[in-house]
């Protein structure tokens, strides 16, 4: 066991070489043309449409505005039903649209919204529901769509976490009415700051081409009251060469969690989530659940021992969302109405996953872990 002399975060972004960057730069500053649907956002929504092999991407300024858009773009209202394992921004997208989050727990084994507790939580103010794939693991899109489909909801996937996953090779953001990816500096391909939604038809693009841009339809006619949530083209510039490297990246997150999974797979009192049999896995986290009872330590106690060795690991999603005090009064924000939620949010631990983080530094903190066992 060694301990690293500057601390490892559960994550860094994937940077192209900076020369490269700098060539980009200079498109721009010749072009001087910044933002407003320029050059390199038209050509980061072609490429992205094509190598997600969906119909239309519609990019923004980052994930939060293009989930309350793509609320917005469905006139969605009253209640929406939600998971409370994501991170805050799924549920405070449906608070600025003034729309009520009802809270339905998550199925044990990927964590995501349990269908079979959906239909019980419908009443006749829900108009749609905002799944999540955690952790990017498919939720369980044909059931979801079935309900969607019987009691007449929109579907709307908060994909954030689900850039380049296929279910029998199909891009996971091509399920639902509409699905949002974010391009934060923490996710899996980023443009520093950056999202999109994914649309399956040329009339929901225009629209949400209206509502990024202030609702203007045309020089001296606005449609809608629109937001600022355009993504420039700094931000389309770093995605479309983050994109050349979009394998590389994948493979080396592949490998780095494979090895926690080979060397972690007997351990007692830890669990992961392995990948469902068709899906193509981006590798974007990676969780481990901490039996305290098996383990003989909490997982607040593993936390802060790797800490201690300078691996900053995350709680992801913890505290839940529906204990935050804004939401945690709603009917159904209680603990007892979530119960695998509420245990999984004490249970969960993302290790250090990024494509530039050695193996030995996966070989360390599973023997950090090995060793801390009672
Ligand atoms: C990161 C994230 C968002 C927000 O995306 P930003 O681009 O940071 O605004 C939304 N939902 C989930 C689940 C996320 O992880």
Same mark, same amino acid.
């Given at each position: 066991m060694f301990k690293p002399k500057e601390p490892i975060n559960v994550t860094q972004p994937f940077l192209p070489p900076l020369p490269e960057v700098t060539a980009f730069m200079q498109e721009i500053w010749?072009?001087?043309?910044?933002?407003?649907?320029?050059a390199f956002h038209k050509e980061l929504e072609a490429q992205l449409a094509q190598y997600l092999n969906v119909p239309y991407v519609a990019l923004c300024a980052n994930g939060t505005? @293009?989930?309350?858009? @793509?609320?917005?773009?469905?006139?969605?209202? #009253? *209640?929406?039903?939600?998971?409370?394992f994501s991170f805050v921004a799924t549920t405070h997208a449906l608070w600025w649209n003034n729309i009520r989050p009802v809270f339905v727990d998550i199925e044990p084994e990927f964590c995501n919204l349990d269908p079979e507790k959906?239909?019980?939580?419908?009443?006749?103010?829900?108009?749609?529901?905002?799944?999540?794939?955690?952790?990017?693991?498919?939720?369980?899109? *044909?059931?979801?769509q079935e309900i969607a489909d019987i009691y007449g909801l929109h579907l709307i996937y908060d994909a954030a976490h689900a850039f380049g996953v296929k279910q029998a090779g199909r891009s996971l953001t091509d399920f639902g009415d509409l699905s949002?990816?974010?391009?934060? @500096?923490?996710? =899996?391909? !980023?443009?520093? *700051? #950056? #999202? =999109?939604?994914?649309?399956?038809? *040329?009339?929901t693009y225009q629209r949400i081409n209206y509502l990024k841009n202030f609702g203007f339809a045309g020089e001296t006619t606005v449609v809608a009251p629109g937001i600022n949530a355009k993504m420039n083209e700094f931000q389309a510039g770093m995605g479309l060469l983050q994109l050349q490297y979009m394998d590389e990246i994948l493979a080396k997150r592949a490998a780095i969690a494979n090895r926690y999974m080979e060397l972690l797979s007997s351990m007692e009192g830890i669990s992961f989530l392995t990948p469902g049999p068709q899906v193509d896995y981006n590798y974007a986290y990676f969780p481990i659940f901490v039996d305290a009872a098996a383990f003989g330590r909490t997982r607040n106690e593993l936390y802060e021992h790797l800490k201690s060795y300078n691996y900053l690991c995350r709680r992801y999603f913890y505290p839940?969302?529906?204990?935050? !005090?804004?939401?945690?009064?709603?009917?159904?924000?209680?603990?007892? !109405?979530?119960?695998?939620?509420?245990?999984? @949010?004490?249970e969960v631990l993302c290790l250090p996953i990024f494509p530039d983080l050695g193996l030995e530094h996966v070989d360390n903190v599973v023997e950090i872990i090995t060793s801390y066992k009672k």
């Amino acid at each position: 066991m060694f301990k690293p002399k500057e601390p490892i975060n559960v994550t860094q972004p994937f940077l192209p070489p900076l020369p490269e960057v700098t060539a980009f730069m200079q498109e721009i500053w010749d072009r001087k043309w910044l933002t407003n649907s320029g050059a390199f956002h038209k050509e980061l929504e072609a490429q992205l449409a094509q190598y997600l092999n969906v119909p239309y991407v519609a990019l923004c300024a980052n994930g939060t505005l @293009a989930l309350v858009i @793509a609320l917005q773009v469905l006139r969605i209202t #009253g *209640e929406v039903i939600t998971t409370p394992f994501s991170f805050v921004a799924t549920t405070h997208a449906l608070w600025w649209n003034n729309i009520r989050p009802v809270f339905v727990d998550i199925e044990p084994e990927f964590c995501n919204l349990d269908p079979e507790k959906v239909e019980s939580a419908i009443t006749p103010k829900t108009t749609g529901i905002l799944p999540v794939h955690v952790y990017g693991h498919p939720c369980q899109v *044909e059931r979801l769509q079935e309900i969607a489909d019987i009691y007449g909801l929109h579907l709307i996937y908060d994909a954030a976490h689900a850039f380049g996953v296929k279910q029998a090779g199909r891009s996971l953001t091509d399920f639902g009415d509409l699905s949002v990816l974010s391009f934060h @500096a923490t996710k =899996a391909f !980023n443009t520093f *700051e #950056g #999202g =999109a939604i994914i649309c399956h038809d *040329e009339r929901t693009y225009q629209r949400i081409n209206y509502l990024k841009n202030f609702g203007f339809a045309g020089e001296t006619t606005v449609v809608a009251p629109g937001i600022n949530a355009k993504m420039n083209e700094f931000q389309a510039g770093m995605g479309l060469l983050q994109l050349q490297y979009m394998d590389e990246i994948l493979a080396k997150r592949a490998a780095i969690a494979n090895r926690y999974m080979e060397l972690l797979s007997s351990m007692e009192g830890i669990s992961f989530l392995t990948p469902g049999p068709q899906v193509d896995y981006n590798y974007a986290y990676f969780p481990i659940f901490v039996d305290a009872a098996a383990f003989g330590r909490t997982r607040n106690e593993l936390y802060e021992h790797l800490k201690s060795y300078n691996y900053l690991c995350r709680r992801y999603f913890y505290p839940l969302i529906s204990s935050f !005090n804004m939401y945690k009064s709603l009917p159904g924000a209680e603990p007892s !109405n979530l119960p695998t939620a509420t245990r999984v @949010a004490e249970e969960v631990l993302c290790l250090p996953i990024f494509p530039d983080l050695g193996l030995e530094h996966v070989d360390n903190v599973v023997e950090i872990i090995t060793s801390y066992k009672k």
